[in-house]
């Protein structure tokens, strides 16, 4: 970053800020603010595990992200006018949530989590897209920093806020439903901050390498045939699989559980998770086989770019790896602080949600700052290994229990949007914590978003981007189901420091990797950033 900060440079920063606050908001409302709803509502924890899966859209995006390459929306301008668009569903998806119940009918409720997943990974990837393409290499390292502050911002709102909110004893006594709402206006206001205080990007020159009337009227209706066909066998992989999975899993693990120790309703569950592991193994094939035959050129274009550079599929593996641990750990971190700990709604809500997100947001920044310093590769080591033994403080808390540390109490207050009815006592072994999680998460985010930004061409930003963050997302995501099941089987201690362990291969790799990561540093601006 330049010592003087331009007009034009705060501009593009507060952007960016917006859209990770933007981005934020969506993801705990089917993460662990929809897990303590289920909590509240007495799911049991192993279908709250499974539930993750509604996640399922982050991990697949790559699949419609060209559209949003190869279409630009009219009025807004390049990639204003689909944020604009995904921010308004999200508003009415989010709506729609908060009038089902999981009690009445826990396959409603899911369907409609999965359709606010659906448009909040859309989102994602035009924000990701966006943003790539809005910042200069040098700004790219204060600018993942400012969105993940951005970000966290709206977690506390969503997350932590929410918590406080529906503690009936502490909080403001709100139901989930109304929390809900809440949420889908404040998408809906984010919507109109998108449509109007965003920076316009320049349009993007024509390829000097495409073939004259690449850009046809013909290759968009290619390109819409294309993701007709992906979608097609992507539904007949998931029909497939629904009929068939189930009993290939029972006839490959079924007489091995049966020998086993394991409750029956805990076998089922990893017949449920093996069948699902079979199902994604047959289901992503057939997709890529339609997207060939249908000659799905954007999707194709995009990651044939990705892949002519180098250790691009070892990049791959890595992205998976490097927030696996983090993610194993953070997946079930809700019902293990309210169930597992017997913490109150709104201590979690405190700790976890409010003072160990602003934790984050430190964290984030003190990344961005110091990976001026140290350089991208240096980070991610880094800040890897804060990540990993950050795991270990878990595994701490579910031995000791409470009162390893003294505590604090923090007073009763209102005010307006959030209050506490009484003092709170705040456990002092949750605060350092969650304290330390935060902190190494947000520096370790800061750098990864920074990584990913790196490995971008700009002409296939969208695609490329979400292809990246699809596989940092598989963490997340599919650790769920795997983690409920876990949990109950192994127990809370051993859970943690199987988490820890899930961290050190992608160190490995880093280490590996060390020269290739070193080269992407200073990356040449490419076409496309925003007019000054």
């Known amino acids: 970053m330049p010592a003087t900060l331009t007009l034009s440079a705060a501009h593009r920063l507060l952007a960016v800020t917006l859209l990770g606050f933007a981005s934020g908001l969506p993801l705990a409302l089917t993460g662990q603010a929809m897990q303590a709803w289920l909590t509240a509502d007495g799911v049991d924890l192993a279908t709250i595990g499974f539930l993750s899966l509604v996640g399922l859209p982050y991990t697949f995006k790559f699949l419609w992200a060209p559209l949003m390459d190869r279409f630009d929306l009219p009025l807004l301008g390049r990639r204003r006018g689909w944020l604009v668009l995904t921010q308004l569903a999200l508003a009415a998806a989010l709506l729609a949530l908060s009038a089902a119940s999981p009690q009445a009918s826990i396959r409603v409720f899911a369907l409609l989590a999965v359709t606010v997943a659906f448009v909040s990974a859309s989102q994602d990837v035009v924000v990701d897209a966006y943003r790539t393409d809005l910042l200069p290499a040098r700004e790219r390292g204060l600018g993942a920093s400012l969105n993940v502050m951005g970000y966290r911002l709206a977690m506390i709102v969503s997350g932590g806020l929410a918590l406080i909110w529906t503690d009936t004893a502490q909080g403001g006594g709100w139901d989930w439903p109304a929390v809900y709402r809440l949420m889908a206006l404040l998408m809906a206001g984010t919507a109109f901050a998108s449509a109007t205080l965003l920076p316009r990007l320049a349009p993007l020159p ?39 999975a189930r009993p290939v899993a029972q006839a490959l693990a079924g007489g091995w559980l049966e020998s086993t120790a394991l409750p029956a309703a805990l076998q089922r569950r990893w017949i449920e998770l093996i069948a699902l592991l079979l199902g994604i193994g047959f289901t992503l094939p057939l997709a890529a086989w339609a997207a060939r035959r249908a000659r799905f050129v954007t999707l194709l274009d995009g990651l044939h770019n990705y892949f002519a550079q180098p ?90 229990g409470k009162g390893l540390l003294p505590g604090l109490v923090i007073p009763a207050f209102d005010w307006g949007f959030v209050s506490l009815a009484t003092g709170t006592p705040v456990d002092g072994g949750l605060l350092m914590v969650v304290a330390f999680e935060n902190i190494s998460g947000g520096m370790g985010t800061a750098a990864f978003v920074a990584f990913l930004m790196s490995l971008c061409n700009q002409r296939f930003t969208a695609t490329q981007f979400a292809l990246l963050s699809a596989f940092a997302s598989v963490g997340r995501v599919w650790v769920g189901p795997l983690a409920g099941v876990l949990a109950e089987t192994i127990g809370w201690p051993t859970f943690f420091v199987a988490s820890t362990v899930a961290a050190v291969p992608a160190l490995a790799m880093l280490w590996w990797l060390r020269t290739t990561i070193r080269a992407l540093e200073t990356p040449p601006r490419a076409p496309g950033a925003a007019d000054d």
Do not use: C
Not at 223 to 243: E, K, Q
Not at 324 to 334: E, I, N, Q
Not at 360 to 376: K, Q
């Open 206 to 244: 024509p390829d000097p390498a495409a073939a004259p009337g690449a850009t046809t009227r013909a290759s968009a209706r290619q390109d819409l045939l294309g993701f007709a066909a992906v979608l097609t066998a992507v539904a007949a992989g998931v029909v497939l699989s629904d009929h068939y």
């Open 311 to 400: 250790q691009a599929a070892a990049f791959l593996l890595f992205i998976v790896l490097y927030k696996l641990g983090d993610a194993f750990a953070g997946s079930l971190m809700t019902p293990f602080l309210l169930k597992g700990m017997a913490y109150t709604p709104a201590e979690v809500g405190v700790v976890n949600k409010v003072i160990g997100l602003w934790l984050t947001i430190g964290g984030a920044l003190l990344g961005g700052a110091l990976m001026v310093a140290l350089g991208l590769w240096r980070a991610l080591l880094a800040f890897g290994v804060l990540q990993m033994a950050s795991n270990l403080g878990f595994w701490w808390l579910a031995v000791g």
